[in-house]
C-alpha cells in the first residue's frame, strides 16, 4: 500500500503543479497560492470532522520544528508554480524529485526529524548523478 500511496502522491503532486502554475498566469501567484491553499485548509477541516480521532491537545507537547509543516507548504506551493512557470513540468517536477530524494537521503543518513539512520552508500550516489543526467538529456535540445 505504501508504493501504491506514494505513486499517487507523485501523480497528484505533477497535476497539481500544473493546474496551479496555469491557475497562477490567470489570476496571479499569490492570488492562486491563497486559493490552493484555502481550498486544501477547507478540505482538511472537513475530513478533520468526519475522520478525525485526535484533537489539538498534543501540539503543546510536540517538537516545535514539527509545526513548520504549513509554512512549507506555502514554500512548496510558490516554488512549485515558479519552477513549472520557468521549466517544462517535465523538467521542473524531474528536478523537485531529485531535490526530495537528496534531502530524504540526508535525513536518512543523519537520523534527523526523528527518523532511522539509514546509511548512504556509493549505489546511491550512482542514482543520484544518473537522475541529473536524466534531466541534463531532457533539458538538451538535440
Given at each position: 500500500?505504501?508504493?501504491?500511496?506514494?505513486i499517487?502522491?507523485?501523480?497528484?503532486?505533477?497535476?497539481?503543479?500544473?493546474?496551479?502554475?496555469?491557475?497562477?498566469?490567470?489570476?496571479?501567484?499569490?492570488?492562486?497560492?491563497?486559493?490552493?491553499?484555502?481550498?486544501?485548509?477547507?478540505?482538511?477541516?472537513?475530513a478533520?470532522?468526519?475522520?478525525?480521532?485526535?484533537?489539538?491537545?498534543?501540539?503543546?507537547?510536540?517538537?516545535?520544528?514539527?509545526?513548520?509543516?504549513?509554512?512549507?507548504?506555502?514554500?512548496?506551493?510558490?516554488?512549485?508554480?515558479?519552477?513549472?512557470?520557468?521549466?517544462?513540468?517535465?523538467?521542473?517536477?524531474?528536478?523537485?524529485l531529485?531535490?526530495?530524494?537528496?534531502?530524504?537521503?540526508?535525513?536518512?543518513?543523519?537520523?534527523?526529524?526523528?527518523?532511522?539512520?539509514v546509511?548512504?552508500?556509493?549505489?546511491k550516489?550512482?542514482?543520484m548523478?544518473?537522475?541529473?543526467?536524466?534531466?541534463?538529456?531532457?533539458?538538451?535540445?538535440?
Amino acid at each position: 500500500m505504501g508504493f501504491l500511496f506514494s505513486i499517487l502522491a507523485g501523480a497528484a503532486m505533477s497535476v497539481q503543479g500544473v493546474l496551479n502554475t496555469r491557475l497562477s498566469e490567470k489570476i496571479g501567484l499569490y492570488e492562486s497560492n491563497a486559493w490552493v491553499q484555502g481550498t486544501a485548509f477547507a478540505l482538511s477541516l472537513l475530513a478533520m470532522w468526519i475522520w478525525g480521532k485526535g484533537g489539538f491537545k498534543g501540539l503543546g507537547q510536540v517538537p516545535k520544528v514539527y509545526l513548520l509543516g504549513g509554512a512549507l507548504g506555502l514554500v512548496i506551493t510558490l516554488t512549485v508554480m515558479l519552477g513549472i512557470g520557468k521549466l517544462s513540468p517535465t523538467v521542473a517536477i524531474s528536478t523537485i524529485l531529485i531535490a526530495q530524494l537528496l534531502v530524504a537521503a540526508i535525513i536518512d543518513a543523519f537520523g534527523w526529524l526523528g527518523a532511522e539512520k539509514v546509511a548512504f552508500h556509493w549505489n546511491k550516489f550512482v542514482a543520484m548523478a544518473l537522475m541529473i543526467g536524466g534531466v541534463i538529456l531532457f533539458k538538451l535540445k538535440l
